[in-house]
């Protein structure tokens, strides 16, 4: 049973609203809404022997001295509340926050759990979340991710009142299906589980209760995954022959030759597609590896084979960039290519849907425009979906439903270890192309610090003086949108009106209509614009060859991937490139990070070092599959309990199933998240 979170006691209309920001709808969305981490609260430091700064916050537990407000501007308060203890004082600052000083009352006791610095020569923490009296040593206390507008109080008070719930109704959270596997997992009952996540007395539970959890989820998953690929296989498929003539002219009239990588995925592509059950393939590439081309050859397949082809990509520029290649390469062959976007209309719509139906449309190059009811398709043989993360399962999903099981190709830009694409993208079969077309020039990255950055900005105007064009990416964090957009337009309208005031300046970010958002693209594509200053969502896949360098802003809030995605914008011609990542200075695994991606450039061993480096956190790829976000399990750190649930769902898929019983207990975990699982 679904309960909204609006039954939790203390959950109002507002709260429910900054929750749903969270992805939270449901109790059980809520219980399943792990910690981030646990604070250890089982020590208090005495205050004048924490050492400066301390990289964990601490407790310490001291008397309200002085109470202070001061007003340094107009639109600025700042409480400051001084506790001590034997051995040291600090002060407690709060900014903007002049509700917070009736909590205080001098000589009261206080404890507080926070960060400390050095400030003006003494001890400061800087919005400490502060407990009125001794706290009781004993236990870990969750902290959570936050959205603006939420505090963790509310989430653990919301927490506690949600396992009462689940005590009391029984039926609110997910339970794997009872193999002997998930025996050997099941440390406590499902309940106790959630309990130990959220407020552990030991972290030995915790972890037990972690795996216990993974176990489940990731059984679900696989689950899930191979179910969609027995259906998938269960069509009869479009059986091609051999190649023929527009293939041969196709590749005959390449402007260069294809690599071991390219030649490799066609392969496996004709394979599928001369054999007797649909094709479910995925290719991943690095950005620029070439999978285009490899695109324009199945399509070409599939066309001599008197089917027709379509080709859908996230953004109206890239479906019109494909657009053109796709003109340039196919020239002179047989062959009606269309282009279908959301500024294809009147006449110029109708004749292209008319053309699509008779069969005269072969190719169909488009973005979501292609899925839109009134497209039919005459017979539709193979979907071939770009940069696949960016639809959702439904979308891509809906194109496939325009034929008859087509052949279907999913691309994507995102490289993972060999060792898990069996996992995440269990249901498919993978080609990777893993080298760049010849001549491409490495991007030189250079990690530097704030120190350098004049000379940065001198660098880029030098290369802008030569003609080149200039990313600089700011970093965006969730917990505050708001905040970073500022950051971002701050920025943009500081460089526009100084260093750069001689230059056409543009700025993208993630509030933007797609429409302005797709403007400002494409004048940055046509060379108008010189300097692109953009948020984190520079669109992927863009390809402006004459941008030359860019300048990372806060290069440390970026995980490895991202920040090899970003640099995938530059070096996509034989110009010289630069990436250049700047960044205040950071612990020693931001400098292991930032190293890592100033001497390796290929992503699929970068991936890997990403697995070694970070212990949490979502695999990139997991979710852009259109897969649910995974809330214990963690692929990288649980690969060994992965290959348990991968085994142990494949043998239990063996024996007879109760295929209504099994989607039961799927739609129960994953519910409107994994909607469509079986549907495509
Ligand atoms: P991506 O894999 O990122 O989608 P594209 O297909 O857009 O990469 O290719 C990037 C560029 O490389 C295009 O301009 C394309 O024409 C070119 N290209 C593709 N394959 C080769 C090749 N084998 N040799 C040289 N250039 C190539
Ligand atoms: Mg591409």
Redesign the pocket.
């Known amino acids: 049973m679904d309960f909204s979170i609006r039954e939790i006691k203390g959950i109002g209309l507002r709260k429910e609203k900054l929750f749903a920001r969270l992805g939270i709808m449901t109790i059980a969305d809520l219980l399943q809404y792990f910690p981030r981490e646990y604070e250890d609260r089982n020590h208090v430091l005495p205050i004048g022997q924490v050492e400066i700064p301390s990289d964990t916050p601490v407790l310490i537990c001291g008397k309200v001295g002085t109470i202070q407000e001061v007003r340094p501007r107009r639109s600025m308060t700042i409480l400051k509340v001084v506790i001590s203890d034997n051995s040291g004082s600090a002060e407690l600052i709060w900014f903007n926050q002049p509700y917070r000083k009736r909590f205080f009352s001098k000589g009261q006791i206080l404890s507080a759990f926070g960060k400390m610095e050095w400030a003006y020569g003494h001890r400061q923490m800087n919005a400490p979340e502060v407990e009125n009296g001794l706290v009781q040593p004993g236990g870990f206390v969750p902290v959570y991710g936050l959205t603006e507008g939420l505090y963790q109080a509310d989430v653990r008070n919301a927490m506690r009142e949600a396992l009462h719930f689940a005590a009391e109704h029984g039926d609110v959270l997910p339970d794997s299906i009872p193999t002997d596997e998930y025996a050997q997992y099941r440390y406590m009952p499902n309940l106790a589980a959630y309990e130990n996540m959220h407020f552990p007395q030991h972290m030995k539970q915790q972890e037990q209760a972690r795996k216990q959890l993974a176990f489940a989820e990731l059984f679900d998953m696989q689950l899930g995954l191979l179910l969609r690929r027995q259906h998938a296989r269960m069509a009869a498929g479009i059986k091609c022959g051999p190649n023929g003539s527009l293939l041969r002219q196709l590749v005959h009239q390449?402007?260069?030759?294809?690599?071991k990588g390219?030649i490799k995925a066609f392969l496996d592509i004709q394979n599928d597609m001369e054999g007797e059950v649909p094709m479910q393939r995925l290719i991943q590439?690095?950005?620029?590896?070439?999978?285009?081309?490899?695109?324009a050859m199945a399509l070409a397949k599939i066309v001599e084979n008197g089917y027709q082809g379509a080709l859908m990509a996230p953004t109206e520029i890239l479906a019109v960039?494909h657009y053109e290649?796709f003109c340039r390469l196919f020239k002179g062959c047989p062959l009606r290519v269309a282009l279908l976007t959301g500024r294809t209309t009147g006449k110029e719509r109708a004749v292209i849907l008319q053309e699509l139906k008779e069969g005269t449309v072969q190719i169909l190059i488009g973005t979501h425009a292609l899925i839109q009811e009134d497209v039919d398709f005459f017979d539709l043989g193979l979907v071939v979906t770009?940069e696949q993360h960016r639809f959702g399962v439904k979308q891509r999903a809906a194109l496939q439903n325009k034929g008859r099981s087509p052949h279907t190709l999913y691309?994507t830009?995102t490289p993972i270890p060999r060792t898990l694409t069996l996992s995440i993208y269990g249901d498919l079969d993978v080609s990777s192309?893993h080298e760049m077309?010849?001549?491409?020039k490495i991007v030189k990255t250079y990690a530097v610090g704030e120190a350098m950055r004049k000379r940065i900005y001198r660098f880029l105007e030098k290369n802008m003086a030569q003609g080149r064009q200039c990313y600089i990416v700011c970093p965006l964090v969730e917990e505050s949108e708001t905040v970073d957009l500022q950051a971002a337009t701050a920025l943009y309208e500081q460089l526009r009106t100084t260093v750069f005031s001689n230059r056409s300046c543009g700025l993208v970010h993630g509030r933007m209509s797609g429409k302005d958002k797709e403007a400002v693209m494409e004048a940055f594509q046509k060379g108008d614009i010189q300097l692109l200053v953009a948020t984190s969502v520079i669109e992927v896949?863009v390809?402006v060859?004459n941008a030359a360098v860019i300048l990372v802003d806060g290069a440390e809030r970026f995980g490895l991937a991202q920040l090899h995605q970003l640099r995938?914008r530059v070096g996509?011609?034989n110009i010289q490139s630069y990436c250049i990542l700047l960044s205040a200075k950071g612990s020693e695994e931001t400098k292991q990070r930032l190293h890592w991606m100033e001497t390796i450039h290929d992503g699929f061993i970068l991936a890997e070092k990403d697995l070694l480096l970070r212990g949490s956190g979502h695999l990139f790829g997991y979710v852009q599959h259109g897969l649910p976000d995974l809330k214990a399990a963690d692929i990288i750190r649980d690969v060994s309990i992965l290959m348990n649930a991968r085994e142990s769902a494949a043998a239990f898929l063996q024996s007879p199933v109760d295929e209504e019983y099994v989607l039961r207990i799927l739609k129960r975990r994953f519910g409107r998240h994994f909607d469509g699982l079986l549907n495509n």
């Open positions: 390449l402007p260069f030759t294809l690599t390219q590439g690095d950005v620029g590896s070439g999978k285009t081309v490899v695109a960039q290649e770009d691309m830009a192309i077309p010849p001549g491409r896949g390809n060859p995938g996509r011609s």
